[in-house]
């Protein structure tokens, strides 16, 4: 059956419109409008009460690990996280994305090609959950970061890493990612170490590119995300030492900056239970982090939503407030909100969602008031569809 809002805020995934009409059918968006110019099909559509409520887009979160909790300590789940456990931790965690009006993710980082197999399973109808852009196993350097966690296979050398790209596309990645730099959550490597080269870079770029695949490059430190970008990455994710020439250069080649900024809350918020290896290491991030941020967005360099759900006190579904603290940390709320939605989509390379016109995919969130001028009412959605079935919210 067809269901129509009515007299609804929607908020498209580029602009806010107000006494909005959107007719969803046969799990489409079949029309758009002004709810007093409504078709003649949306009165036998079932009609929701959208009075004071806002319509969105399906939220998008790029950056997520189904394959873990969020637990206090990374490392040490991971070592009892073996296929089969993943898959039921993926199978919750999916659940827990869309109770919280997210309805793509793009995972960076699983157990073998379990994720791919999921992401499989939720197209399929097998089983429930958002969409998922799968990179399978992240690719990191021989004792680089992730080495010791299980979700990261170790490859050097140019011809290496391509032939890594290859088998993981061949495992079922419709995404791929590089660790370009040390990280947080591995003891003994430096945040801002600097990995792969540049021609290692570039060789999975080309790679990943030849067979439509974006890549997400894991960056920290300073030259490692320079290298990445000019190497042609699609996305740089965490960003902490963002410098106003990278920036630049972000902004020449189109890069996006996915911030994580849950990742750093979570660790700092809770740092007498986190490993203080971890802590130290976030702690001394955070200010920096911050400040690159703010730098990457008044270059003009663009932001989609990513939280890193599942890292330490990060649970999954918590994009919403990723775009909170998006806002928070200087971001206009339009911005954030699109970074979740329209850019999200962009980077993702996926036409049908992100934004709510006729042909796209009826991935859709309602909320109570509007969050374009309250960020703080995309917390909890009133109702969430995706592709036309109700599947979350109140």
């Not at 792969?196 to 990943?208: I, K, N, Q, S």
């Not at 971890?278 to 911050?290: D, P």
């Not at 806002?327 to 970074?339: I, M, S």
Request: hydrophobic share 45%.
């Amino acid at each position: 059956m067809a269901t129509y809002f009515a007299g609804v805020t929607l908020f498209d995934g580029r602009t806010v419109r107000t006494d909005a009409g959107v007719l969803v059918s046969n799990g489409t968006i079949a029309w758009t409008g002004a709810n007093a110019r409504v078709p003649r099909e949306a009165r036998a559509a079932h009609e929701v009460d959208s009075e004071g409520k806002t319509l969105t887009p399906g939220l998008i979160d790029c950056h997520v690990h189904l394959c873990f909790d969020g637990t206090a300590d990374f490392a040490k789940e991971a070592q009892d996280l073996t296929p089969a456990r993943a898959a039921f931790k993926a199978t919750r965690n999916a659940l827990r994305h869309l109770e919280h009006g997210v309805t793509t993710v793009r995972d960076l980082g699983g157990v073998a090609s379990v994720i791919c197999e999921f992401a499989r399973a939720v197209d399929e109808g097998v089983a429930p959950g958002p969409r998922i852009v799968a990179a399978g196993r992240a690719l990191t350097i021989t004792g680089g970061h992730g080495h010791n966690i299980g979700i990261a296979r170790e490859v050097d050398g140019p011809d290496a890493v391509r032939q890594a790209v290859r088998e993981e596309i061949r495992g079922g990645a419709t995404a791929v990612k590089i660790i370009a730099t040390g990280g947080v959550l591995t003891p003994g490597i430096a945040a801002e170490f600097t990995a792969f080269t540049p021609e290692e870079m570039e060789a999975a770029v080309d790679e990943a590119h030849k067979r439509g695949r974006g890549v997400a490059a894991h960056a920290i430190g300073s030259p490692g995300i320079t290298a990445a970008v000019l190497a042609g990455v699609d996305s740089i994710e965490h960003g902490s030492m963002i410098t106003a020439e990278a920036a630049r250069i972000m902004k020449a080649n189109g890069t996006f900056h996915v911030p994580t900024i849950s990742a750093i809350r979570g660790i700092v918020d809770h740092a007498e239970e986190v490993p203080a290896y971890a802590v130290e290491k976030a702690v001394a991030l955070a200010e920096r982090a911050r400040d690159a941020f703010r730098r990457a967005a008044r270059t003009g360099v663009r932001h989609a939503c990513g939280t890193d759900g599942g890292t330490p006190f990060n649970p999954h579904g918590n994009a919403p407030m990723e775009i909170v603290r998006m806002v928070e940390w200087g971001l206009t709320p339009l911005k954030a909100l699109r970074a979740a939605t329209s850019e999200a989509a962009e980077l993702l390379r996926l036409p049908k969602v992100g934004v709510v016109e006729p042909g796209r995919a009826a991935d859709l969130a309602l909320f109570d008031g509007n969050p374009v001028d309250q960020v703080d009412a995309i917390l909890k959605p009133a109702l969430v569809m995706k592709a036309g079935e109700l599947v979350g919210g109140g």
